[in-house]
């Protein structure tokens, strides 16, 4: 029975050029389609990160996979390249997703004020302006952010290669899912090599691109109003909307509880409209303008 082989290693990486191209040309869709604040530049350094570490993560594929061809001999070449990719592209996202997430708790329990500042991701620009009143790029933090995104996936990488040397029955698995193109190498080729790999690789992108940006902050403008556990009336001498130190609400967006309930403090006086600016429905007799004499 003919065995699926791989190319030689620069058909390879040009092939993984070519992966890339796509996913990249999915993201740069999506970003067109979505309505941010993010510039094009910015994106181009977010992307870039990626492209260089998927770069990076192809060279160490080069080494991880001679001593995975020994562990996995019951598997074709294509199958050991096909299951490598995929759990690269699906497991090794969410662990460095959560890698990214230590690193950042370090820093901050270790008041690390300017590492933090250096490394915050997706965020190249000065937060104050300069004399002539324009941000100021930053490229100490593109570097910064890079070296430690690199770090990362180095990491998770290294953690993924154990454990496919651990579990070497994952291959065994995949392998067995494409038990219909046995004796047929030039369609298992294309269906491990270039298509599956080629839907990771996108998802891969897309899904680390949403943290790997930069983040919006936890109350940002135009956010839902903060929603009021109960209301109270004001004396006549007292504002018309007022309250005492009020907490931050629920927002369902960015994920946050509202820390304490909120009490929101209206004047007799006040009209549905001021009711609404609170997130409280008006009695019936505001809306009706029975209670101010309204037509």
């Given at each position: 029975m003919a065995e699926c082989m791989l190319p030689s290693w620069s058909f390879r990486v040009w092939l993984h050029f070519g992966l890339m191209c796509v996913a990249c040309m999915a993201l740069a869709w999506k970003e067109a389609t979505e309505r941010n604040s993010r510039t094009w530049f910015d994106f181009g350094l977010d992307t870039s990160k990626q492209v260089l570490a998927a770069g990076w993560v192809h060279v160490l594929d080069?080494?991880?996979?001679?001593?995975?061809?020994?562990?996995?001999?019951?598997?074709?070449?294509?199958?050991?390249?096909?299951?490598s990719v995929v759990v690269d592209t699906t497991i090794g996202v969410v662990f460095q997703y959560y890698l990214l997430g230590a690193?950042?708790?370090?820093?901050?329990?270790?008041?690390?004020?300017?590492?933090?500042?250096?490394?915050?991701?997706?965020?190249?620009?000065?937060?104050?302006?300069?004399?002539?009143?324009?941000?100021?790029?930053?490229?100490n933090r593109y570097v910064g952010q890079l070296g430690l995104w690199l770090a990362i996936v180095t990491v998770a990488k290294l953690a993924l290669f154990v454990?496919?040397?651990?579990?070497?029955?994952?291959?065994?698995?995949f392998d067995l899912l494409l038990f219909?193109?046995?004796?047929?190498?030039?369609?298992?080729?294309?269906?491990?090599?270039?298509?599956?790999?080629?839907?990771?690789?996108?998802?891969?992108?897309?899904?680390?691109?949403?943290?790997?940006?930069?983040?919006?902050?936890?109350h940002p403008e135009g956010m839902a109003y903060m929603q009021p556990t109960s209301v109270e009336l004001l004396n006549d001498d007292d504002d018309d909307i007022a309250s005492s130190n009020p907490p931050l609400g629920s927002c369902f967006l960015c994920g946050t509880?509202?820390?304490?309930?909120?009490?929101?403090?209206?004047?007799?006086?006040?009209?549905?409209?001021?009711?609404?600016?609170?997130?409280?429905?008006?009695?019936?007799?505001?809306?009706t303008g029975v209670a101010h004499g309204y037509p």
């Amino acid at each position: 029975m003919a065995e699926c082989m791989l190319p030689s290693w620069s058909f390879r990486v040009w092939l993984h050029f070519g992966l890339m191209c796509v996913a990249c040309m999915a993201l740069a869709w999506k970003e067109a389609t979505e309505r941010n604040s993010r510039t094009w530049f910015d994106f181009g350094l977010d992307t870039s990160k990626q492209v260089l570490a998927a770069g990076w993560v192809h060279v160490l594929d080069a080494v991880c996979v001679v001593h995975l061809a020994a562990r996995m001999s019951d598997v074709d070449p294509c199958s050991r390249y096909g299951v490598s990719v995929v759990v690269d592209t699906t497991i090794g996202v969410v662990f460095q997703y959560y890698l990214l997430g230590a690193a950042r708790d370090a820093i901050r329990s270790r008041s690390l004020n300017l590492l933090g500042d250096l490394l915050e991701t997706g965020s190249y620009w000065t937060t104050g302006t300069t004399a002539s009143g324009k941000h100021r790029f930053r490229p100490n933090r593109y570097v910064g952010q890079l070296g430690l995104w690199l770090a990362i996936v180095t990491v998770a990488k290294l953690a993924l290669f154990v454990i496919l040397w651990l579990m070497p029955i994952v291959a065994t698995i995949f392998d067995l899912l494409l038990f219909a193109l046995d004796g047929k190498p030039r369609a298992k080729f294309f269906v491990a090599v270039i298509c599956i790999p080629m839907f990771t690789t996108t998802f891969q992108l897309l899904a680390t691109d949403r943290f790997l940006r930069k983040q919006a902050p936890a109350h940002p403008e135009g956010m839902a109003y903060m929603q009021p556990t109960s209301v109270e009336l004001l004396n006549d001498d007292d504002d018309d909307i007022a309250s005492s130190n009020p907490p931050l609400g629920s927002c369902f967006l960015c994920g946050t509880q509202a820390p304490s309930p909120m009490t929101v403090r209206l004047s007799p006086e006040a009209n549905a409209f001021q009711y609404r600016m609170v997130g409280v429905t008006p009695p019936m007799s505001v809306r009706t303008g029975v209670a101010h004499g309204y037509p």
